[in-house]
C-alpha cells in the first residue's frame, strides 16, 4: 500500500470539529449538546437573501467568471466605499468562503519555507492553510491578561528572519474577540513597510465591534497599497456560513493577477452563494441593529456568567463573537471531550473547542478553550449551567482558590 | 514592494479562459461569440434540482459537515451500487466542486516534488493543481492518430521513478473524448499495483459513453481497495457546474482521515449546492436519454462538419463532449486569440480552447485546439461555419494540401 504524504499526516483536525464524533455520540445517546465550538450563528439568513433565493429562476445552473460575477463584485466595490474603503470590482476575486482567499493570499505571496508572523491565539485554521501551502507561521503569543492585546511590535521585529514575507492579524479576533486599535494598526503598519513585508487582514467580523469601538481597516491605510491583502466573507456578516461566498481584495495587481489563475483553476465560486451575497448587500440598517443588540446581549450575559464560575476567566471581547476564556483544569483538551463523552447536566451538555489549536507554540494554551456566544439567550444560559456543574464533578479541575488569580 | 511567490509567478493562466478579456472586448463590440472553449452546456438542469430550490425553506443557511451532509453521502452511495460500485457513505467526501477532491488526492498522497504520471493532452488545470500542491506531472504523450487511446504500458514504465507515487487518468477523457477500455484500465491496475503507486480516476463524464460502449470505473477493480481515489462531480452529469459540488472517494482509510482534516480547514462544501446534487440523485432516466441522444447529435454533426475543412482534423470520441482537433496553423494560440480580437464572419465569432495547455510537454499541441461541443445544433452549426471561414482568411493557415496529413 502506497504511503500518504507527510502534509497528509500531519495536517492538524480542526480543534472546532475534531470532537463531532464525541458530540454525534452524545446526540445519539439523547443528550442535547449546545454548540459553544463553532461560530454557526442561530441569527437568521436577511429576507432579501431568502428571496433572492426564492426568485432565482435561471433554467442552468451555469458557472461564473473565476473572479466572480461583474454585478457583485461591482455591488461590493459600493459597500467598501461606504465604510471609507476605495477599491473597484477589478481590486476583488469572489472567493469560495474566506477560507479560499486566505489560501490564495498564502500561495500566491510566499513560496514554500518562507513566514508568516501571527500574533497566537490566532483562527486555527490558518495553520491548516499554511500546512496546506507548505509555509510557516512564526507565532507571537498574546496574553489574556491584556484581554489579548498586539503584542509589542519589539516582539514582532525579534521574529523577523531573512524569510519572513508577511504578517497576518484578525480584527475583530476570532478567537480572542480583541479589537485592534488604529494606534496598534499603524505600529504594524510601520514595521511592514521597514522590512517590506505584506500585510494579511481577515476582517469577516468588522460588524460585529461593540461599546461604540469602531472598526479601522489595512485598507484605510495609507502607504499600504501593495502591501495590504483584505480576506474577508459574508459568511458571519449575514448569517450564511453555508453558501461559502468570501472575497479577496488588494491593490496590488500583481497579487490580484497571481490569484486570478489559482481562481481559474478552480472554474468558479459558488453561483447561488454570489446571488445570495449581492442580494444580502441590501440588508436593511435595522438587520444589523437588531443583530447588535443581540450579541451584546448574548456577550454581557455569557461573560458575566462565566466569570461567577470559580476558575474560569473571561476576558471582555470587544468585537467579534468569540472569548477565549481560561479553565480551573490542567487539560481543556481533555475535558472537552470528557464533556461529551463521559458528562451531561439535566440531559445536557456543551460542547466547547479546546485552545491548543489555536496556538502555533507546542504546550500553549492548554488551559483555555474558545467559546462562540452564537447562541439564543436561554441555550447560552443552559451551556453556562452545564459548563459550571461540569467544573464542580470533572475529576481533573483544580483547585481555583489557588489558580485563579487571572481575575485579580 | 514585496515579491510575489515563484508558484503565483508560474501558475498558468488558463487556456479555457485565459482568452475571456478577448471575449469580452469581441462581445462589447458587438460580435456574437460561440463559446466552444469550455464545457458549459447549454443543457438544463434537472426540474427535480430546480424544484429542491424552490422548496428550500431554512431560515438560516448554515455550514454542514465538512463531508457533506449525511443524508446526501448516503444517497450518493446508492447511486454508486447502482453502477457496481460497492461503496459506503463514510467512503466519500462531498468537495467545491471536482476541483477541490484532485487537490485534496493530490496533497493526501503525495509530498512536495513526488510525481503523478498523466497521458497527454489532459484536464489543463491538473497542471494548476499539481503547481498548486508542489507536484510534478510527468506527461506521456498520446497520440492524435490514435484517438487518443491509452499510450503502451512500456512508455508508463519507463517514466516512473522512485519519486513518482500516482498514475492519473480522466475516464471519458476530457480534453480528447477517448474512453479507456476494460483492457486499458486492467493495464493501468498491473502496473500500479508492481509499482506500489495510487491510481487517480476523474470519472466525472461516466454517463457521456456513446456507440454502446460502457464505462467501466477504477473503483470495480479488484485489488485496487488500497490504490484507488475517484473523483467525481456532478457539473456535467446534470448540467448544474455553478453549484460546485463533487465528490472524493476511496476505499482507503488512511487518504481518507487526511482529505477529511482538509475539508475541515474549509469548514465546509456549499450548503446549497449539497441540496441540488441530493436532488438531482432522483432525475429521471428520461432526461438522460435526451442529453444522450443530444450530445450523440450534437457530436456526430461537429465532427463531421470539422473533418471537412481542409486542413482539420477532429478524431471521433466515444464519451464526454469534448474533442481535441488539429488545425492548419501552426500557433493555435495565435489563431484562436486572432478569432476573438481581428476576425468576425456575419458579425459572429467562435472561441476555442488553445490545446496547448492541455500538454505538459512544452511545444506540444501547437496546432491543436479542443473544442466542446455543449451548444445546440444550430449555434455548433454557425461555430464551425465561423471556423472554416476564419480559416481561409487567416494570414497564417497552413496550405492544408501539405499538411493535411492525419487524415489519411
Sequence with gaps: MPKISERGSLMPASPIRKLVPFAEAAKKRGIKVYHLNIGQPDIQTPDVALTALKNYNHKVIEYSHSAGNESYRTKLAGYYKNLGIDIDCNQIIITTGGSEAILFAFKSCLN??????????????????????????????????????????????????????????????????????????????????????????????????????????????????????????????????????????????????????????????????????????DTPAEYFKNVYDEYIARRNFVIGALNKIPGVYAPMPKGAFYSVISLPVKNADHFCQWLLENFSYENQTVMLAPASG??????????????????????????????????????????PAVHNTAKN
Excluded: W
Design 112 to 281: 514554500p519555507g518562507e513566514e508568516v508572523i501571527i500574533p497566537e491565539p490566532f483562527y486555527t485554521n490558518y495553520n491548516a492553510f499554511a500546512l496546506d501551502a507548505g509555509i510557516k507561521v512564526l507565532p507571537i503569543t498574546s496574553d489574556i491578561n491584556t484581554g489579548f492585546a498586539l503584542p509589542s511590535i519589539s516582539e514582532f521585529e525579534k521574529a523577523i528572519t531573512p524569510r519572513t514575507k508577511a504578517i497576518m492579524i484578525c480584527n475583530p479576533n476570532n478567537p480572542t474577540g480583541y479589537l485592534y486599535s488604529r494606534e496598534e494598526l499603524m505600529q504594524l503598519r510601520d514595521i511592514v513597510l521597514k522590512y517590506d513585508l505584506f500585510l494579511f487582514a481577515d476582517e469577516v467580523y468588522r460588524e460585529f465591534c461593540y461599546d461604540g469601538a469602531e472598526h479601522f481597516s489595512v485598507m484605510q491605510m495609507e502607504g499600504l497599497e501593495e502591501n495590504a491583502i483584505l480576506m474577508d466573507s459574508v459568511s458571519k456578516r449575514y448569517s450564511e456560513c453555508g453558501v461559502r461566498i468570501g472575497a479577496l481584495i488588494s491593490r496590488n495587481k500583481t497579487i490580484m493577477s497571481s490569484a486570478l489563475k489559482f481562481a481559474q483553476a478552480r472554474l468558479s465560486p459558488p453561483s447561488l452563494g454570489q446571488v445570495i451575497g449581492e442580494a444580502s448587500l
Design 358 to 399: 489555536f496556538y502555533a507554540t507546542a504546550g500553549s494554551g492548554l488551559n483555555e478553550a474558545r467559546i462562540a456566544y452564537v447562541l439564543k439567550l436561554e441555550d447560552l444560559k443552559n451551556a453556562v449551567k452545564c459548563l459550571e456543574e461540569a467544573l464542580k464533578v470533572y475529576p481533573y479541575t483544580i483547585n
